[in-house]
Nanobody, 122 residues
Framework: QVQLVESGGGLVQAGGSLRLSCAAS????????MGWFRQAPGKEREFVSA????????AYADSVKGRFTISRDSAKNTVYLQMDSLKPEDTAVYYC???????????????WGQGTQVTVSS
């Protein structure tokens, strides 16, 4: 059974940084594509970033490109999302997800974490 547990969310001022973690069990993050999505109140869940199964292929939403960095630690079976230069519009619940193929559409992902709240104040 796949379990994904996010952590690292919190309240930060605009321009600040946070690092989200997604600890996986029941799946090896090195053998799955891992994605980060976010959902703000009243909005649909949207793609943020993803990392492929192997070779380190990554993808980013245009809104976070150059500010966010996704990475993977296979030894810890954990995926990270380093978020720098945060903006108020980054405020959302951030979710980690796993799938066999790297994608940007939420419904393509099979397993999801419970989410972690990120709030950026202006």
């Amino acid at each position: 059974q796949v379990q994904l547990v996010e952590s690292g969310g919190g309240l930060v001022q605009a321009g600040g940084s946070l690092r989200l973690s997604c600890a996986a069990s029941g799946v090896a993050v090195s053998t799955y594509a891992m994605g980060w999505f976010r959902q703000a109140p009243g909005k649909e869940r949207e793609f943020v970033s993803a990392i492929g199964r192997s070779g380190g292929r990554t993808a980013y939403a245009d809104s976070v490109k150059g500010r966010f960095t996704i990475s993977r630690d296979s030894a810890k079976n954990t995926v990270y999302l380093q978020m720098d230069s945060l903006k108020p519009e980054d405020t959302a619940v951030y979710y980690c997800a796993a799938d066999r193929v790297l994608g940007v559409v939420p419904r393509e992902y099979d397993a999801w974490g419970q989410g972690t709240q990120v709030t950026v104040s202006s």
